[in-house]
């Protein structure tokens, strides 16, 4: 039973695009909410991390906004380029920091 | 710090042979998780430790699996016997607080 649940699969964006990925979760204890970026042959690294008291967190060219209402939250990618070209994974967690991951989004992005 | 070490990165095995993974984590962290990582099921979380104690294990699919964290510096991950469904990635995180730092995974074959 997977408590979080992501799309699209995949998408290709456009060098300079913005990527979009949504994310839905169920358990309202849930109260911490990263986004994961992982390259080929790599192992997960913190993107971006946000918690339920805020609706929008910015760093650099990424940003979460989250709907508490709604139960969903999002990564969007601004001036995409290449180099983002990854996938990536929302998370949520209670307090004790256990990760329950989406499926994950294959971002691929034309130079 | 050179971070999250796992060992060994690639592992082939037959089936019924016993495999064990190793991970030393972020000197000074407190919480260790072994996750694993397939197509089918994505990110799972196996197992998650805090100081040196395991939390929960209700990840942990048979009891073929079994983990250890003898002290700070240093977890095992054995899988005893192998079989094919076991192959996939196998990744360490420590953490301290809410950010956890991934290894870079073993990827176990078990032919």
């Known amino acids: 039973q997977q408590q979080v649940k992501q799309s699209p699969q995949s998408l290709i964006v456009q060098k300079g695009g913005i990527s979009i990925i949504n994310c839905a979760y169920e358990n309202t204890a849930f109260d911490y909410f990263p986004w994961y970026q992982q390259f080929p042959g790599k192992g997960p690294a913190l993107l971006i991390a946000i918690r339920p008291d805020v609706s929008e967190k910015k760093e650099g060219r990424f940003t979460i906004s989250f709907n508490k209402s709604a139960k969903q939250f999002s990564l969007h990618i601004m001036d995409s380029q290449p180099g983002d070209s990854a996938t990536y994974f929302c998370a949520a967690s209670k307090r004790d920091y256990k990760l329950s991951f989406g499926a994950g989004t294959t971002v691929t992005v034309r130079a | 710090d050179a971070g999250v070490i796992q060992s060994p990165r690639h592992e082939v095995t037959e089936m019924g042979q016993e495999v064990t993974l190793r991970c030393k984590p972020i000197s000074g962290h407190n919480s260790l998780f072994w996750y694993r990582q397939t197509m089918m099921r994505g990110l799972e979380l196996l197992i998650y430790f805090n100081n040196n104690v395991p939390i929960d294990d209700s990840g942990m699919p048979e009891d073929r699996f079994s983990a250890k964290m003898p002290n700070a510096s240093f977890s095992t991950l054995k899988i005893q016997p192998s079989e094919p469904r076991d192959s996939a990635v196998y990744f360490c995180?420590?953490?301290?607080?809410?950010?956890?730092?991934f290894g870079q995974g073993t990827r176990l074959t078990v032919v």
């Open positions: 995180a420590s953490s301290w607080g809410s950010e956890a730092f």
